[in-house]
């Protein structure tokens, strides 16, 4: 990689930009999947029934919206929760990309994360997702990378295999 691909920004985790990483992490899995397909399956079974003149039972409707409402809720008070309570949230966390990998930085303390340590590379619209783990990524709102947003995506397209890819190794546009 050339001297000039490297990026250095900062990010400040802010409930929104978690509860977006929690939404996008649990539905776009099998559970997260499955859980809108049962509540609207349910949901439309109770109005099909109510609709030919069968017995529609009320337990149609409370799981059709249980399923439907309960999991956003509960991410929705998961990611107020991190946010608020866990200290690696309260401050900026500086990240510097160049070909040797991801340093982060935060309040003096500094780690450093090889691109074999990158699991797989997900975007969409809002934010760019650097798993690290099963469940654990660098999240990076694309509003907060500014003018270094192009700049990271070549880096990760040029050090990541799964980046350059496409949907099929792991990156969502």
């Not at 109005?47 to 799981?63: D, I, K, M, Q, V």
């Not at 966390?93 to 309040?107: A, F, K, P, R, W």
């Amino acid at each position: 990689m050339e001297e000039k691909m490297k990026a250095k920004f900062e990010v400040k985790m802010t409930n929104q930009d978690m509860y977006h990483f929690l939404m996008y992490h649990s539905y776009h899995g099998f559970t997260g999947i499955f859980s809108i397909v049962a509540g609207i399956a349910l949901l439309g079974y109770f109005f099909w029934c109510l609709g030919t003149g069968r017995e529609a039972s009320f337990l149609y409707p409370f799981f059709g919206v249980l399923f439907l409402v309960y999991q956003p809720w509960t991410l929705f008070i998961s990611s107020a929760k991190q946010v608020t309570s866990n200290p690696v949230f309260r401050n900026p966390i500086g990240y510097e990309l160049s070909e040797n990998g991801i340093t982060v930085s935060q309040d003096g303390v500094v780690n450093e994360i090889g691109w074999d340590g990158v699991r797989r590379v997900c975007e969409d619209k809002r934010c760019i997702f650097v798993y690290t783990g099963v469940k654990n990524a660098c999240i990076w709102p694309k509003k907060q990378l500014g003018s270094q947003m192009t700049q990271v995506q070549q880096i990760l397209a040029s050090c990541v295999p799964s980046a350059a890819g496409g949907k099929k190794n792991g990156r969502h546009s």
